[in-house]
């Protein structure tokens, strides 16, 4: 009996087709899926769901695609989308590194389901992803560090972004972002004897914000990235010739 393509196969197999005559092709029902789960969530994608997106019985969905599990996988690959070609510019590994970086966080932003796709299928395995990954080690390439530094470097960015993805994706519970502003609440309630270098952070601007949540949350990803290209760039300096 012939074995059964996973998902994950499926995704690496799969080859650009003509629209079928009704009109269909796994390009615009995965196009339709990702619309949907940027609307609603990935919890609202479902195979009725996207075929009544686009006007078809959610049969009509099997002949391309073999069901959810590789829709999402499909989803996931189309969202990241292949790194811009210009990414790396060879003008130092800290600038590339910058660079790719920042380009990888604005496209999980533009699709933050994304992250929920990784949970259910660990670490990046389809196409893009893995393009996304080549060319963070690219960026790596002309240093002294050894392979498993360069992948665990590439690890700890892309930590960093998804970590970006969930504390915003979370917000602030209703009873706190309906309050006063966050430095002002707890100012007025904690006792400074019991969290007293809280205290200090809360009254010396440690939380203030700005009127722009976009730029506070660009300033708070730079802040880390530039924290862990400093730890990589230590290290790198380690490994030359001459360095102890």
Do not use: C
């Not at 690890?155 to 998804?162: E, M, V």
């Amino acid at each position: 009996m012939e074995r059964a393509m996973s998902p994950l196969e499926a995704v690496w197999t799969a080859k650009p087709a003509p629209e079928a005559r009704e009109g269909l092709s796994l390009a615009r029902i995965v196009g339709a899926a990702i619309e949907v789960a940027d609307t609603d969530g990935l919890v609202a994608v479902s195979m009725s769901r996207v075929a009544k997106s686009l006007g078809f019985t959610t049969m009509s969905l099997y002949r391309h695609v073999a069901n959810k599990e590789e829709l999402i996988l499909h989803m996931q690959d189309a969202a990241v989308g292949p790194p811009p070609a210009d990414l790396l510019t060879g003008q130092g590994w800290r600038s590339d590194l910058d660079r790719w970086a920042w380009a990888a966080v604005r496209k999980l932003r533009s699709h933050p389901w994304i992250l929920q796709t990784l949970s259910m299928f660990g670490p990046p395995a389809t196409p893009h992803q893995l393009s996304w990954f080549e060319y963070g080690l690219r960026a790596l390439g002309p240093t002294p560090l050894d392979e498993n530094e360069k992948v665990s470097a590439i690890l700890l960015i892309q930590a960093h972004s998804f970590a970006d993805l969930t504390f915003h994706a979370a917000g602030a519970p209703t009873a706190i972002a309906d309050a006063d502003p966050y430095e002002t609440l707890f100012t007025r309630i904690i006792d400074p004897a019991r969290f007293p270098a809280l205290m200090a952070a809360f009254s010396g601007g440690g939380f203030a914000t700005t009127d722009d949540p976009e730029a506070d949350r660009d300033w708070l990803y730079q802040f880390g990235l530039q924290r862990i290209l400093d730890g990589v760039q230590v290290l790198i300096e380690q490994r030359l010739p001459g360095e102890a």
